[in-house]
């Protein structure tokens, strides 16, 4: 090895590279960001259009549907979700992984330039790129201090200038939003009755309204001055009233003759109760590749700062809510884990070698290989999370693999009398092929999972580059740092292996084993058909992505259609804040330490933290109890999930597609009562409900008498909206922020009473409004939900506690989706989403990367091993690890639910490079004896007694590595504890019956031996 060469030949230069990996190594770890998991590409555009007041159907119709049919051809995009809501629509649009987002954007700007037509008050569609699914890392509270009785609603404006701008400001933050305030708008409030006395028309006041605007008239030379000419139209807003809205007997009738004028807050459409208080929430979202760490800390600054004016503007602030005490907490208990790893693995080797020199010789692997992985990752952009710590955490053990075999031939040239350098060089030249062979392969397994672009891929990417760059580093520090250390460090030491005699009474018994023809070929029939057989009745049913354990738990509720914001709160935020008190003091377990209550349009959202984050999931049945029970609501609570924002949640959302809307929910009802009597337990959320049931005033025309009153459609539709929410008219700056202009009558109380509103009209006089239109109570949706569109109503059923995505998914495709098949109408069609459709095609890319991954495992091993035969007998050991993990994860399902999620099957692919090392070893030594002239029988028992040790070695330290990953429970454990179930079970069965299957087969073609022992001693 010319490596070896140069580094016994200049143990400095080996010593300097040494330091240098470890110095870079602590830079990249200072520069890495630091996130909770890693940066998964989601390229998603959201388009939000507002409209004033409008109802659903009218936001499908005139927005919606034009800017779908525009949008529909854009090249990269997967789905578009639309959503029609009052007064707002959203089309959400996803993308392939990898689409270029910033060109997206533009094309996506193109075609909404091709709509024209909108109505006149729609506001301009807003474009992001955050992502819907994507999820804040701090929620902050504001709340009047004792003593300021002004409703904390009225602070919106002074929240948003001083607040919002600020935290958007904090360098890492992408935006912030604000929850429960109101801004406020110019509202002239007329009375029709004075209107209908004055003979006034009400399409008149509003263009008149209209017309409050100043203009530039251009510019003009006077003398040797240029004068710029402006017309001040605008009216400030005491003197709004004095505008001359018309002429009677020679008088002008001023806006406050029939109306009044107000800067008044607009009405609310959401409110935050936080311990049983009104409050204001504001959020901040993260930019992308950012360390969270200090984005958190910046905003945290942000929030010393504002404390100050805050106070004196008479509020409190107070963070209810930081992502970074969760992703600590996992940091800190990864790296006990980490640390408990590497001392058990030191403990394993000092076991075995009994000399503190040669225990460190090998350790001091483990810093260096972790530094080359911090490098690593730093240069190919990916960050410090749950999932890269883990990977760095497994590879603990995996990278102490080299050196043991290298230091353990070394150790035993030195015990036959070579001298150290001698010793040195010859240790390594005797196992690099092996080495190399198994290097390779570890880090072959991991190329088809580094390379797969969905979504599973690149959350995984960040555990292969740990692992692969790790293991690499470790064969580097065998074949250079370990000779050189070896011997420095034992060149004057005497080393004996003190259990030299276990190793060859194990080499006879082995021997002994595989002696027959009849017991060889029963050995390798037993092992070669069981455990294919074993595992695929002992692995567990698939799912996505493990939940973790965050202390939040959130609940979910839909209210009766129609309910106001100010009902729900008092029959509903009152008496749970009630309930709630209890939780709060303390007189109650678990212990609440913050919840807030969130009332919208349609329900309200509830989220509750624990004071002992280890009594979060407590949380759960009682948040079910609070929130359930209440006249006409659909409610359920759930622990949230650390991958809610793609795909952690493992739900099924079964979509019902149709142009009849009202079928669909008929449909959706009966499918909600038959998923409730097949999987009880489960959770289903309608979406957007299960009944057109929000109450309507609907006002239809009358020809006939609106062209006799010498009025249009279009002048009645507009008459309308002032009866309703308002009118809007324009805009209003008032030195600061333009306002809206709205116009809008005296409330009325019923029906009957709209009915009766007086209107003044050009060639009918004063009517009553029921004289044009005709006034019918009836019903409609709330929300109107479009998958590319068509109209969809969806059920999210998310499965019970302890059963899995994949038994769920079963259930709906087999029980329950063919029942409701039949109750479709003609035009009717099923689909599929949410985490089952990710599950779907996460199975069948890991399905092929573990296959893929097989297939480079052969090419590399038989292109080292010069055979296709050699390479072969390596691969029949995959069946007994595959065995090994699935035993392992049915004894944690015996204390805990694990099924077999997306970081789990990755361990089976770990396994992969793992379990065909101890292979390679015996099948290398094997035919290198062969070809020193050894007889078959011979150089099998001279390869299982020279390799035994550091199989052995090897595998314990990689075991006892990971142990305190699988068994020390803790804040981002459940993540990867079935990973580590599944290497430590798999490694260790596999490592087991290798023993007994590898000499079996390696003596394949032999003559049989009987019982004659091996010799006592074996030489290479």
């Known amino acids: 090895m010319i490596l070896t060469r140069y580094a016994l030949g200049n143990p400095v230069a080996a010593l300097v590279a040494a330091l240098m990996v470890v110095m870079f190594g602590l830079i990249s770890l200072g520069r890495l960001p630091v996130q909770l998991t890693p940066e998964v590409e989601r390229p998603e555009i959201t388009i939000t259009t507002g409209w004033r007041s409008a109802a659903p159907e009218e936001i499908e119709s005139e927005i919606l549907e034009p800017q779908e049919k525009a949008l529909r051809g854009t090249p990269g995009m997967t789905s578009m979700l639309s959503r029609a809501q009052r007064g707002r629509g959203r089309v959400t649009l996803s993308f392939k992984t990898g689409t270029d987002l910033q060109r997206a954007l533009v094309d ?121 000419i402006r017309f001040a139209g605008t009216y400030p807003v005491s003197k709004f009233g004095e505008l001359v809205v018309d002429w009677r007997e020679g008088r002008p009738v001023l806006l406050r003759d029939v109306a009044r004028v107000e800067l008044l807050p607009v009405d609310s459409t959401s409110l935050v109760i936080n311990q049983g208080d009104h ?148 240790g390594v030249g005797q196992v690099w092929g092996a080495l190399l062979a198994s290097t390779a392969t570890t880090v072959a397994v991991f190329l088809p999972v580094v390379f797969l672009a969905d979504e599973a891929g690149q959350l995984f990417a960040d555990l292969a580059i740990a692992i692969t760059a790790a293991v690499i580093a470790s064969l580097l520090i065998a074949v250079s740092l370990v000779p050189v250390a070896a011997s420095q460090w034992l060149g004057v030491l005497s080393l004996e292996d003190r259990h030299a005699h276990w190793w060859r009474d194990i080499t006879r018994w082995l021997m002994k084993l595989t002696a027959t023809r009849q017991r060889r070929y029963g050995l390798i029939l037993l092992l070669v058909t069981v455990p294919p057989v074993l595992s695929w009745w002992l692995l567990p049913e698939a799912d996505y992505l493990p939940s973790g354990n965050r202390n939040r738990v959130s609940a979910s509720i839909n209210v009766a259609p129609g309910v106001n914001l100010e009902t729900i709160e ?94 669909l929910l008929d449909v959706a009802r009966d499918g909600y009562t038959l998923i409730e009597e097949t999987l009880p337990g489960a959770s289903v959320s309608p979406q957007p409900g299960l009944e057109m049931a929000e109450p309507e005033i609907l006002l239809v025309p009358d020809e006939r008498r609106i062209a006799e009153a010498g009025w249009n459609r279009e002048t009645v539709a507009r008459v309308a909206r002032a009866f309703g929410s308002g009118l809007f008219v324009g805009e209003y700056f008032d030195g600061e922020r333009r306002r809206d202009i709205v116009v809008r ?188 002239g050894l007889g078959r029988r011979d150089a099998v028992a001279q390869a299982v007694q020279l390799r035994l040790r550091p199989i052995l070695m090897s595998t314990l330290t990689s075991l006892f590595g990971m142990l305190p990953l699988l068994l020390v429970p803790g804040a981002g454990t459940e993540l990867y504890r079935g990973l580590a179930a599944v290497i430590v079970g798999g490694l260790a069965v596999s490592t087991l019956f290798t023993l007994l299957l590898l000499p079996a087969l390696l003596r394949l073609g032999e003559a049989d031996s009987g019982n004659a022992p091996a010799s006592a001693t074996m030489s290479p």
């Open 108 to 228: 996506v700007l193109n075609r909404l330039n091709r709509v024209s037509g909108y109505p006149e008050d729609v506001d301009e569609p807003r474009l992001s790129t955050i992502g819907a699914r994507n999820q804040p890392i701090a929620w902050f509270i504001f709340k009047p201090l004792p003593g300021n009785d002004r409703e904390i609603s009225s602070y919106f404006n002074f929240v948003e200038d001083l607040v919002q701008t600020r935290f958007e400001r904090v360098a890492g933050v992408a935006s912030s939003e604000i929850r429960g305030g109101r801004s406020k708008e110019l509202r002239i409030t007329f009375d029709p009755y004075r209107l209908a006395a004055l003979n006034v028309e009400l399409p008149e006041v509003a263009a008149r309204v209209r017309g409050n605007e100043d203009v530039s008239a251009g510019e003009v030379d006077v003398g040797k001055r240029r004068y710029t």
């Open 570 to 663: 008092k029959e509903m935020g009152q008496v749970i804040a009630e309930r709630m008190q209890p939780y709060l003091t303390g007189e109650k377990q678990p212990q609440v330490k913050h919840y807030f209550f969130v009332v919208y349009r349609g329900g309200a959202f509830m989220g509750v933290r624990a004071v002992d984050p280890g009594k979060a999931g407590e949380l759960v049945p009682v948040l079910n109890k609070l929130v359930k029970g209440f006249p006409d609501t659909l409610a359920f609570a759930r622990r949230d999930s650390l991958f809610r924002g793609f795909g952690g949640s493992g739900n099924v959302e079964i979509n019902f597609q149709s142009r009849n809307l009202e079928a």
């Open 745 to 932: 009558s005296e409330p009325w109380s019923t029906p009957e009473a709209l009915a009766g509103m007086p209107v003044v009209t050009p060639e009918a006089g004063v009517l009553p409004l029921d004289e044009l239109v005709h006034v019918e109570r009836t019903a409609g949706p709330n929300q109107i939900r479009r998958l590319d569109r068509r109209r969809t109503v969806t059920l999210a059923v998310r499965a019970p506690e302890g059963m899995s995505l994949e038994h769920l998914m079963e259930v709906v495709r087999s029980k329950i989706v063919p029942s409701l098949q039949q109750l479709l109408p003609e035009d009717g069609a099923i689909r599929y989403s949410g985490t089952a459709e990710k599950l779907d095609q996460a199975l069948t890319a890991m399905g092929g990367s573990f296959l893929l991954a097989i297939a480079l495992l052969y090419l590399l091993m038989s292109a080292l091993f010069r055979s296709f035969t050699d390479s072969l007998l390596v691969l029949v050991v995959l069946p007994l690890a595959t065995v090994g993990g699935a035993i392992a994860l049915q004894l944690v399902n015996i204390f805990t639910f694990q099924p077999l999620d997306l970081l789990t099957m990755i361990g089976f692919v770990i396994l992969l490079g793992l379990v065909v090392n101890n292979a390679i070893l015996l099948v290398y030594q094997t035919r290198r004896a062969e070809r020193a």
């Open 279 to 426: 409050a204001i929430a504001v959020n901040a979202y993260r930019e992308s590749g950012v360390n969270v760490l200090k984005v958190m800390q910046g905003l945290q600054q942000a929030v010393s700062e504002l404390e100050g004016p805050l106070n004196q503007a008479g509020l409190s602030i107070q963070q209810v809510y930081d992502e970074t005490v969760y992703i600590q907490d996992s940091i800190e208990m990864l790296s006990a884990n980490l640390v408990a790893g590497v001392l058990l693995a030191i403990g394993v080797l000092w076991w075995f070698f009994r000399r503190i020199r040669a225990t460190l010789v090998v350790a001091v692997a483990i810093p260096l290989c972790l530094a080359a992985a911090f490098v690593l990752l730093d240069v190919s952009g990916h960050t410090l999370n749950i999932i890269s710590l883990a990977g760095l955490a497994f590879a603990v053990g995996m990278v102490l693999d080299a050196g043991i075999v290298v230091l353990e031939n070394v150790v035993r040239l030195r015990e036959q009398g070579k001298s150290a350098s001698e010793a040195a060089m010859q």
